[in-house]
């Protein structure tokens, strides 16, 4: 059997998690076209079975690592984040670097390069978005990052991601698998749970308060679940809430159907203070 790691790394928004979700076939990972979504290390495990993943004897399982978006920090939370980040290239089998194929190759984007492995596989993605010639002039942008290799991808679409997925199964090594093949996301169900609100949080309530939300589950009760949503202010607090609680009526209505049928969802809204600036806080959610 062979098995082994991937992280993906890459600056916010250029479709991390979109990939993962795609090449597990399932949601493992939140998503928004908001920037700093992907705040922990999240494992999506893919089971392949014999002859699948290039060796006909016995099966491969490869370990994802999503990874929240290098950026320029402006909190002690985002820093922390660029840590959770680069933490991740450690010990690894192979790295995969996103860009995006619609934006130019930046400053953000190189940061990241200088600090990955040399054999990391490059993907530009959402080359649904871009013209013919845009991808050929993002891979060659990114041609002069001297990293591996280079695969033009749509996380959206799936296009190129088989190739992607046959570069990294060729780089996994022989050894044991890491976790029980019904094992597809490696986090707790109330971690999830959480996340999915603060997803739907982030769809509902548009550019508004994106940064300052966090959320965790305080109760768990099955079929009900209490879910608070801390924000820093308390004018932040009528946004969430929206008119006559409109906003968390609607959250709560998409959160329930990603959930098993019968689940009940509370939530309530609560401020804390700053909490992106104080490690207390933010240690206490998880992060």
Do not use: C
């Amino acid at each position: 059997m062979r098995s082994g790691f991937v992280t993906i790394v890459g600056r916010p928004n250029v479709g991390k998690s979109t990939l993962l979700n795609r090449i597990l076939g399932t949601k493992v990972a939140i998503t928004s076209d908001k920037p700093q979504t992907t705040r922990s290390q999240v494992r999506g495990v893919l089971h392949l079975p014999p002859g699948a993943g290039g060796d006909p004897d016995g099966g491969t399982q490869v370990v994802f690592v999503d990874t929240p978006g290098i950026h320029k920090p402006r909190t002690p939370l985002g820093a922390h984040l660029n840590d959770t980040a680069t933490s991740a290239l450690a010990d690894v089998d192979a790295t995969v670097l996103v860009v995006d194929a619609t934006a130019k190759v930046g400053p953000g984007d190189r940061f990241v390069a200088a600090r990955v492995p040399r054999d990391t596989i490059v993907v530009v993605n959402k080359v649904d978005a871009a013209g013919r010639d845009q991808v050929m002039v993002q891979l060659a942008e990114v041609g002069a990052l001297d990293l591996g290799e280079y695969v033009p991808v749509s996380a959206r679409t799936g296009e190129g991601v088989d190739v992607l997925l046959g570069l990294l199964l060729a780089r996994m090594p022989e050894g044991p698998p890491y976790y029980p093949e019904e094992v597809v996301r490696d986090s707790p169900e109330e971690v999830w749970v959480a996340e999915l609100v603060r997803e739907q949080l982030l769809a509902v309530t548009h550019d508004e308060v994106p940064h300052s939300i966090a959320t965790r589950v305080t109760e768990w009760d099955w079929p009900r679940v209490r879910v608070e949503i801390l924000v820093e202010r308390d004018s932040q607090k009528g946004i969430v809430i929206g008119h006559r609680g409109s906003v968390l009526k609607e959250v709560g209505t998409r959160v329930r159907a990603q959930m098993p049928e019968g689940a009940y969802v509370e939530l309530a809204v609560k401020v804390d203070k700053d909490w992106q600036r104080r490690p207390e806080s933010f240690r206490r959610l998880g992060f």
